[in-house]
């Protein structure tokens, strides 16, 4: 049997409630009895959940371990480090006021916020201790470090809340993936901001920092600065050069993106496998569980298979209403850690075996991703090819003829055709003029076939306050055929009987095994699996189906998730559009320039070619959790060119020349800004690597978030200084 949970119910408690009534009920079996579950969708639940809390907390130890690399003393490592957990907790009482739990989702989020919320930290941290460095005062350090750095820090983080206030209008059941996400990041990255302003400081003021800052990274750095001394050189005696290697990146980054897969959701690894197969319509029940039985031996066959539990047709009382020449098979994998094939390894062995029982079509997913599918789109699949039309024989052609098409593409297989399944049927015509002969009318015809088979209504009787139909019914066959329906009589009004095939024409024809509307327009639809870019798939079908010869009144159309995916595709550039524009305008008004803020905005293509190289790389595809990596990106690239444009306008006004300024800053600045993108870096490292169910919800976005902090270290003290030349009259 099945339990479904009430909506709003908790998953893992109705679980729980169900094992403790089991195993009261256990001792009610006969002996011998055992009751195993087949599918059990806590199991996903709880695993995810421990592996974001080990993600969080080996994520978190590895940023402080950054920190007391490149800060040097304990106590300033200390102090940042102390953020992560006031402002973690901070953001939790934050949750409650909004009204949001700590499920999946909003956990994701904390484990992934966490490199970032040390950020405005360390940027803080940074300014105060060199200020103390110089000065030896700890309360003016204080002071004057943050408020110093007050302004762009804050620039900096309302950058990135406003990369994700956008989100608010995206819809769909992406909206309620990302819109959660979103919202605990931002309060986590304002609840930060306030940390660091007020905690860091308050406490650099009052025990301040002990011994020598000499870091245990310090020598990497010294390498590295002057690495970026020398580079910078270069790029100012060759801004050209420079520019032109930028637009080359970005041209990279281009084609990795187009050549990669894309999907919807990030597939995951659930534990169990669900497999539904169709027969021809008219296949008796005897034969399509002889088939169910084969199947599941065949499943049973494979080391990785525990459980296999199938449904042939559906039960009179469900809500779920097939013919017994359907059914499902749900398959329970062993523990990830005992298998010896992954799920896809484990889909082809089955699709090997299943494809040689000829007659039966095959739809291969996992039990949460089928539901997810249907819900997105509507299809059991993720890519579908519909051809509409008037005319179902014509419509039958052209499905082959576009089925021929997409046999010939490699990148395409699991080629479902319902069209080719077909349901018999006899067609009885009646002959006027015979009719007419023996004094018979079509009714008559019809009343006698409904009779012999059916029966025909004779009476209605009183039984126990209920009506009850009296049929009468003739004697047939329950394996007639249709030579017994020729030899049919039927009586005539002359007292005289004959044979229904002397007043009709019988024949059998053969008609696709359901007729299906698609917004009133009369379809079949082709489902198969694209292994790779679905987009250049699909650029490579629509030429192909060019040779299609189309009759007036039909056209082909991609479905499935596709059109989901163009949907979310579009919603999240504009989002991201939103969020660049809302970026420019906290920026004009931090620099009170409209031409300066421009320059910083180079920092996110140059990082979303990182991402999109990094994602090609790990051969990670396109979808909504890189969507939300990219919305975050957007926001944080810029975060370490804004504290640099500021800075560096400041040395200006203090009368240093353009270069001089650019090349002080920017090697002042290499430490926070190593500092931030390496704890953004290892603090996501966990959920990136590892293969548990919950990180690889999210590991698309962390992925994308270290490629993406990566390159923009080039972006922001590389192109951006280079670029910033170009707004300076000093410079010849």
Same mark, same amino acid.
């Given at each position: 049997?099945?339990?479904?949970?009430?909506?709003?119910?908790?998953?893992?408690?109705?679980?729980?409630?169900?094992?403790?009534?089991?195993?009261?009920?256990?001792?009610?079996?006969?002996?011998?009895?055992?009751?195993?579950?087949?599918?059990?969708?806590?199991?996903?639940?709880?695993?995810?959940? +421990?592996?974001?809390?080990?993600?969080?907390?080996?994520?978190?130890?590895?940023?402080?371990?950054?920190?007391?690399?490149?800060?040097?003393?304990?106590?300033?490592?200390?102090?940042?480090?102390?953020?992560?957990?006031?402002?973690?907790?901070?953001?939790? /009482?934050?949750?409650?006021?909004?009204?949001?739990?700590?499920?999946?989702?909003?956990?994701?989020?904390? !484990?992934?916020?966490?490199? %970032?919320?040390?950020?405005?930290?360390?940027?803080?941290?940074?300014?105060?201790?060199?200020?103390?460095?110089?000065?030896?005062?700890?309360?003016?350090? &204080?002071?004057?470090?943050?408020?110093?750095?007050?302004?762009?820090?804050?620039?900096?983080?309302?950058?990135?809340?406003?990369?994700?206030?956008?989100? $608010?209008? @995206?819809?769909?059941?992406?909206?309620?993936?990302?819109?959660?996400?979103?919202?605990?990041?931002?309060?986590?990255?304002?609840?930060?901001?306030?940390?660091?302003?007020?905690?860091?400081?308050? /406490?650099?003021?009052?025990?301040?920092? !002990?011994?020598?800052?000499?870091?245990?990274?310090?020598?990497?750095?010294?390498?590295?600065?002057?690495?970026?001394?020398?580079?910078?050189?270069?790029?100012?005696?060759?801004?050209?050069?420079?520019?032109?290697?930028?637009? %080359?990146?970005?041209?990279?980054?281009?084609?990795?993106?187009?050549?990669?897969?894309?999907?919807?959701?990030?597939?995951?690894?659930?534990?169990?496998?669900?497999?539904?197969?169709?027969?021809?319509?008219?296949?008796? =029940?005897?034969?399509?569980?002889?088939?169910?039985?084969?199947?599941?031996?065949?499943?049973?066959?494979?080391?990785?298979?525990?459980?296999?539990?199938?449904?042939?047709?559906?039960?009179?009382?469900?809500?779920?209403?097939?013919?017994?020449?359907?059914?499902?098979?749900?398959?329970?994998?062993?523990?990830?850690?005992?298998?010896?094939?992954?799920?896809?390894?484990?889909?082809?062995?089955?699709?090997?075996?299943?494809?040689?029982?000829?007659?039966?079509?095959?739809?291969? +997913?996992?039990?949460?991703?089928?539901?997810?599918? *249907?819900?997105? #789109?509507? @299809?059991?699949?993720?890519?579908?090819?519909?051809?509409?039309?008037?005319?179902?024989? *014509?419509?039958?052609?052209?499905?082959?003829?576009?089925?021929?098409? %997409?046999?010939?593409?490699?990148?395409?297989?699991?080629?479902?055709?319902?069209?080719?399944?077909?349901?018999?049927?006899?067609?009885?015509?009646?002959?006027?003029?015979?009719?007419?002969?023996?004094?018979?009318?079509?009714?008559?015809?019809?009343?006698?076939?409904?009779? #012999?088979?059916?029966?025909?209504?004779?009476?209605?009787?009183?039984?126990?306050?209920?009506?009850?139909?009296?049929?009468?019914?003739?004697?047939?066959?329950?394996?007639?055929?249709?030579?017994?329906?020729?030899?049919?009589?039927?009586?005539?009004?002359?007292?005289?009987?004959?044979?229904?095939?002397?007043?009709?024409?019988?024949?059998? &024809?053969?008609?696709?095994?359901?007729?299906?509307?698609?917004?009133?327009?009369?379809?079949?639809?082709?489902?198969?699996?694209?292994?790779?870019?679905?987009?250049?798939?699909?650029?490579?079908?629509?030429?192909?189906?060019?040779?299609?010869?189309?009759?007036?009144?039909? &056209?082909?159309?991609?479905?499935?998730?596709?059109?989901?995916?163009?949907?979310?595709?579009?919603?999240?550039?504009?989002?991201?559009?939103?969020?660049?524009?809302?970026?420019? $305008?906290?920026?004009? %008004?931090?620099?009170?320039?409209?031409?300066?803020?421009?320059?910083? @905005?180079?920092?996110?293509?140059?990082?979303?070619?990182?991402?999109?190289?990094?994602?090609?790389?790990?051969?990670?595809?396109?979808?909504?959790?890189?969507?939300?990596?990219?919305?975050?990106?957007?926001?944080?690239?810029?975060?370490?060119?804004?504290? =640099?444009?500021?800075?560096?306008?400041?040395?200006?006004?203090?009368?240093?020349?353009?270069? &001089?300024?650019?090349?002080?800053?920017? #090697?002042?600045?290499?430490?926070?800004?190593?500092?931030?993108?390496?704890?953004?870096?290892?603090?996501?490292?966990?959920?990136?690597?590892?293969?548990?169910?919950?990180?690889?919800?999210?590991?698309?976005?962390?992925?994308?978030?270290?490629?993406?902090?990566?390159?923009?270290?080039?972006?922001?003290?590389?192109?951006?200084?280079? $670029?910033?030349?170009?707004?300076?009259?000093?410079?010849?």
């Amino acid at each position: 049997f099945v339990v479904f949970k009430q909506p709003n119910a908790s998953t893992i408690d109705v679980v729980r409630g169900v094992d403790r009534e089991l195993k009261e009920l256990r001792s009610l079996l006969p002996q011998g009895s055992q009751v195993r579950k087949f599918y059990d969708q806590s199991e996903i639940i709880i695993e995810a959940r +421990h592996s974001l809390f080990h993600d969080l907390i080996i994520g978190a130890l590895l940023a402080v371990g950054v920190l007391f690399l490149f800060m040097g003393t304990v106590r300033a490592s200390l102090i940042v480090a102390a953020t992560i957990p006031i402002t973690l907790l901070s953001t939790l /009482m934050l949750m409650e006021f909004f009204d949001e739990t700590l499920n999946v989702i909003t956990l994701s989020a904390l !484990t992934l916020a966490v490199g %970032m919320v040390v950020d405005d930290a360390i940027v803080v941290a940074e300014n105060v201790a060199r200020h103390l460095q110089s000065t030896g005062d700890r309360r003016v350090a &204080s002071l004057t470090g943050a408020a110093e750095i007050a302004g762009p820090d804050a620039s900096g983080t309302f950058t990135t809340v406003a990369a994700f206030a956008p989100l $608010l209008f @995206l819809g769909g059941i992406a909206g309620l993936f990302v819109q959660p996400f979103g919202l605990v990041v931002s309060v986590a990255l304002l609840a930060s901001l306030i940390v660091s302003l007020t905690f860091v400081p308050m /406490m650099f003021g009052r025990i301040g920092i !002990t011994g020598q800052r000499r870091a245990v990274g310090s020598r990497l750095l010294t390498s590295i600065d002057a690495g970026l001394r020398k580079t910078l050189k270069f790029s100012f005696a060759h801004r050209g050069l420079t520019v032109v290697a930028g637009v %080359m990146m970005l041209g990279l980054g281009g084609l990795a993106a187009w050549l990669g897969p894309i999907g919807v959701l990030p597939p995951i690894d659930e534990g169990a496998l669900l497999i539904e197969y169709v027969m021809p319509p008219g296949t008796s =029940l005897k034969e399509s569980n002889r088939i169910g039985d084969i199947l599941e031996r065949t499943a049973l066959a494979q080391p990785d298979i525990e459980t296999v539990q199938r449904r042939t047709g559906s039960p009179e009382n469900g809500f779920q209403i097939e013919g017994v020449n359907k059914g499902e098979l749900v398959m329970k994998l062993v523990p990830r850690g005992s298998r010896q094939y992954t799920v896809e390894q484990i889909f082809d062995h089955l699709r090997a075996s299943y494809s040689k029982i000829p007659g039966v079509a095959f739809l291969y +997913h996992q039990p949460t991703q089928e539901k997810m599918d *249907e819900s997105l #789109s509507g @299809l059991p699949a993720m890519f579908g090819v519909t051809i509409f039309g008037p005319d179902m024989n *014509e419509l039958v052609s052209l499905a082959g003829q576009v089925e021929k098409v %997409m046999a010939q593409d490699p990148a395409i297989s699991n080629i479902v055709n319902n069209s080719k399944i077909k349901s018999p049927q006899i067609v009885v015509r009646p002959n006027p003029g015979e009719l007419a002969r023996f004094g018979l009318s079509p009714a008559d015809v019809f009343e006698t076939i409904q009779a #012999s088979r059916f029966g025909a209504l004779a009476t209605t009787i009183l039984h126990q306050r209920q009506q009850v139909q009296v049929l009468v019914k003739s004697n047939a066959p329950s394996d007639s055929t249709i030579d017994w329906l020729r030899e049919l009589t039927i009586s005539t009004p002359s007292g005289q009987t004959v044979p229904l095939e002397r007043v009709a024409d019988i024949q059998t &024809s053969h008609l696709p095994g359901a007729l299906t509307r698609l917004n009133g327009e009369r379809e079949i639809t082709i489902l198969a699996e694209v292994d790779g870019s679905i987009s250049a798939a699909v650029s490579r079908l629509q030429q192909r189906f060019s040779s299609i010869s189309l009759p007036d009144g039909y &056209s082909i159309t991609f479905t499935g998730q596709y059109q989901v995916l163009q949907h979310t595709i579009m919603d999240f550039v504009l989002i991201g559009l939103a969020a660049v524009i809302l970026i420019y $305008l906290i920026m004009a %008004m931090q620099f009170h320039s409209f031409l300066q803020p421009l320059i910083i @905005l180079v920092t996110i293509p140059v990082a979303l070619v990182g991402a999109i190289v990094l994602l090609a790389v790990t051969q990670v595809g396109l979808n909504v959790s890189v969507g939300m990596g990219v919305l975050t990106l957007i926001g944080i690239a810029v975060n370490n060119a804004i504290v =640099l444009l500021d800075y560096t306008n400041q040395k200006i006004s203090a009368g240093h020349t353009i270069s &001089s300024a650019l090349q002080e800053v920017a #090697s002042i600045r290499l430490r926070p800004i190593l500092m931030t993108v390496l704890t953004t870096t290892f603090a996501l490292l966990p959920v990136a690597v590892n293969p548990d169910i919950g990180s690889r919800i999210f590991q698309p976005f962390a992925i994308t978030v270290i490629g993406g902090v990566l390159s923009s270290i080039v972006a922001t003290l590389v192109l951006v200084p280079v $670029l910033r030349t170009f707004l300076s009259r000093q410079w010849k």
